[in-house]
Each structure stands twice: as C-alpha cells, then as structure tokens.
C-alpha cells in the first residue's frame, strides 16, 4: 500500500512539473514583445502559413465544398462506425481559420469516439464576415449532416474556444427554431461571454499565460460582434436559456480568464435541469488539450472525452467491447 501511495503522488508531481514547464514556455513566448503581441491579438494566426496536413494512413479524408464554406470529413478506414458522427467547429476567436492543430483534433475525436467520423468546418471568420456568418455556417454544416441520412440524435457538437461558443450557440440556434438537438456537446474552453464581465477575467488576470496582463488580446476582440449586441445569446451564449439542453461535457483551465466562461454556463444549464460535467483541470491554460500526450493533464481530458461518449451510445460499445 505504501508503494502505491509513493507512486500516486510520484505522478501528480511529473504532472505539475510538466504542465508548470509548459505554462512557463508559454508565458515566454507570448511576453511583451512584437511575436507575442501578435499571438495574443491573433494576428499571427490570421497570416500564418502551414504545410499541407499529411492524413494519417489509419484515415481517409474527404473535401467537401459548400457554397460559402468548406468542410473535411474523416473517417477510419476500417472499423469505423455509423452510429453517431461529431461535428467540430474549431477556435481562433471567430477571426483565424481552420488549421492544421483541428485536423489532428478530428484525428484524435475519432480514436478517443472507438471510430466515429468527424466533420471539420472552415466557416467565414471575421472582420471580412462577423456575426451572423460563423453561426449559418455551422448551421448549414447540421443541415448538410441531415441531408446525407444523419438523425439529429445521432450528431455530436464538439468545439473549442470560439468553437466551443458557437457550439452552444448552434444549439441554441436549433432550440429556438422548435427543431430536434444534437445528442451532445463538447466544449473546451468555450468562448460564451463577449461582455468580458465574469470574475476570472479578474483574477486570473496576472495568471493566465496566453492572454494575462493585457487588453490587446483575442479574447478583447469584437470584431465577430460586429454592430449586434455583444449580449445575444447566439453571439454569447452565456446569456441564453439551456432548458431542455443536452448533454454536456465542459472542460476549462483554471489559470484561464475564461474559466467562469465556462463555469457560469456550468451553473445556468445545472439549474435548467442539464446533465453537465464541468472540468476544471489545476493550474491548466487556454486549451492545454493542444499540447496532446506531452503533458498528463492532456492525455487525461482527451481520455475523459472518450468516456463521455462512451455514455452517448452504450450500446455500441457494449457490442464492441463483448467482438473484442
């Protein structure tokens, strides 16, 4: 017993010396000066150039064009499954396009789902198209998912940032409109709150290393709200109604300025009757699931997804676990 204790608490502290080192590289990078200043506003990202993603052998990819947008569908090319489908908005404060980061995401979504196929959006970003585009394009992904044979039920909403908002936001969107929800939502880090007013915008000011000790930053940025009310919910989804929401799984950093982001939205849907798994990791920034199996506090929210959507079709996975 004694043995294991040592062992336990040996890897509590790799994981806080691993994620401390990372959070510190972080801090460095994003310091005051000119490459910092353009990672926090999110112009670099806006002007940065990657090489073409390279799919992984395991999948296969598939383009698909859309009259304002594109999108990618991944698959397995064995052993997929048809039972349920996660449609992906990725981050980037509505104003940075789809990259490379959310092609290994959908990579990831599908190993962690046992096989489910991932449909990624590259929806219009601002200022060139603020609000309402992001919104009708993730709306238009839901409907394409539709046409193609898919039950509402049998789609998932997954996003991370400014994804993870417009996720909750897309939800709404389809509540409000009397239609059938998805069957769940995965949110990391979920940008619900253009108004900034939450208390961690406060006190983790000094402490988060990404967007701390500053103004100039992406999560200051209005140019998706454009002229609207940074208060609608389909902008903020913060201040929307999550009655008859489904379920949701909330991850978020607890050095973050955005964590009541997270932890109000957590409490609203709570008491509109949601199941909500809010996770808070310890001492975690703004979307540490980036950093993959580098750090422990990574692999385990990526391990926690793979649980939750265990729960969305048991019986599923009962069958794949009793062939294996």
Known sequence: MKKKTE????????SSIRGFILRQLIAHVTAENHIGKMIRSGELRKKLVEPKWRCPKAFQMKEIAMPDFTMELLEKKEEGRRDHILLQLHGGGYIGAMRNAYRTFAGLYCEVSRGMPVLTIDYRVAPENPYPAALEDAAAAFDWLLSEGWREDQILLCGDS???GLALALCMYL??????LPAGIIAMSPWTDMTASGPSYQENFTEDPLFGNT???????????????????????????YEG?????LQVGSIEMLLSDSVQVAEKARKAGVQVKLSVYEGMFHIFQMALKLIPESREAWVEIGRFLEKIAPELLFKLEKNS
């Open 162 to 164: 400014a994804g993870g």
């Open 7 to 14: 062992k336990r608490s040996k890897i509590e502290i790799e």
């Open 215 to 241: 103004e100039d930053s992406l999560i200051y940025n209005r140019d998706y709200v454009g002229d609207s009310d940074p208060r609608n919910p389909y902008v903020s989804p913060l201040f929307g109604d």
């Open 175 to 180: 509540k409000d409109q009397k239609r059938p």
């Open 245 to 249: 929401f489904p379920p949701m799984l």
